[in-house]
């Protein structure tokens, strides 16, 4: 089983920065993936960048690309999300999930999810 407590969002201007933690319970943390997802006012939950148990693989949305960057500490049992060069688009409840083995971009795929936090971004 694994807990997971989302922090770090905010009210930030159009090109600012914000940086996300996701905190997970539990000894096996090293070996879960991690991803972060997003969900808008009225639009579907949406895949944003994951990352492997040994922090060797990511993946991220194109719509983040060059701007976001996860990366995680195992030895404290956290993932984090970097955002650069915020625009309002990215205004959204931001959720952590994990699940074991290799990365995955879908949902569906992650059996642990955070109860997220809101990150909004003012034009």
């Known amino acids: 089983q694994v807990q997971l407590v989302e922090s770090g969002g905010g009210l930030v201007q159009a090109g600012g920065s914000l940086r996300l933690s996701c905190a997970a319970s539990?000894?096996?943390?090293?070996?879960?993936?991690m991803a972060w997802f997003r969900q808008a006012p009225g639009k579907e939950r949406e895949f944003v960048a994951a990352?492997?148990?040994?922090?060797?693989?990511?993946d991220y949305a194109d719509s983040v690309k060059g701007r976001f960057t996860i990366s995680r500490d195992n030895a404290k049992n956290t993932v984090y999300l970097q955002m650069n060069s915020l625009k309002p688009e990215d205004t959204a409840v931001y959720y952590c999930?994990?699940?074991?083995?290799?990365?995955?971009?879908?949902?569906?795929?992650?059996?642990?999810w955070g109860q997220g936090t809101q990150v909004t971004v003012s034009s």
């Open positions: 539990g000894r096996t943390f090293s070996s879960y993936a």
């Open positions: 999930a994990a699940r074991r083995f290799r990365v995955v971009v879908t949902a569906f795929d992650y059996d642990y």
């Open positions: 990352i492997s148990w040994s922090g060797g693989t990511t």
